[in-house]
């Protein structure tokens, strides 16, 4: 199973493998929506992304224009945020850094 983005700490991945593929769970995924995988990516991806420990899932809805931030507590995922339209997000594991949500549906934020 391969989510379309995903990363690790450094702590626990302190050199990239050179390997094909990598074994160790990853901290954070992000999957990209859409009517044919959304099904998937929530009922099929999500349950076993908790199982095996990751901490953070993002998904992204690029039609809807939505972006969800969820977090396992407990071995269940709990939904800290939705952001949608042109807001400006911040969201765990990466909060410090700001997030354009026009960027993501391909529309440039006009300067002010």
């Known amino acids: 199973m391969v989510?379309?983005?995903?990363?690790?700490?450094?702590?626990?991945?302190?050199e990239m493998p050179e390997s094909a593929?990598?074994?160790?769970?990853?901290?954070?995924?992000?999957?990209?929506?859409?009517?044919?995988?959304?099904?998937?990516?929530?009922a099929g991806k999500l349950?076993?992304?908790a199982?095996?420990?990751v901490q953070h899932a993002w998904l992204i809805n690029p039609l809807a224009r939505t972006f969800e931030v969820?977090?396992?507590?407990?071995?269940?995922?709990?939904l800290l945020a939705t952001h949608a339209g042109d807001e400006l997000?911040?969201?765990?594991?990466?909060?410090?850094?700001?997030?354009?949500l026009l960027l993501l549906w391909g529309t440039p934020r006009q300067q002010r």
Do not use: N
């Open 3 to 14: 989510p379309d983005l995903a990363g690790w700490r450094v702590e626990r991945m302190p």
């Open 21 to 42: 593929y990598f074994s160790l769970p990853p901290d954070w995924i992000c999957e990209v929506l859409s009517p044919s995988t959304e099904r998937v990516d929530r």
């Open 47 to 49: 349950p076993i992304y």
């Open 51 to 53: 199982a095996v420990g």
């Open 70 to 78: 969820q977090r396992l507590v407990q071995g269940r995922w709990t």
């Open 89 to 100: 997000a911040h969201a765990e594991p990466f909060e410090a850094a700001e997030i354009d």
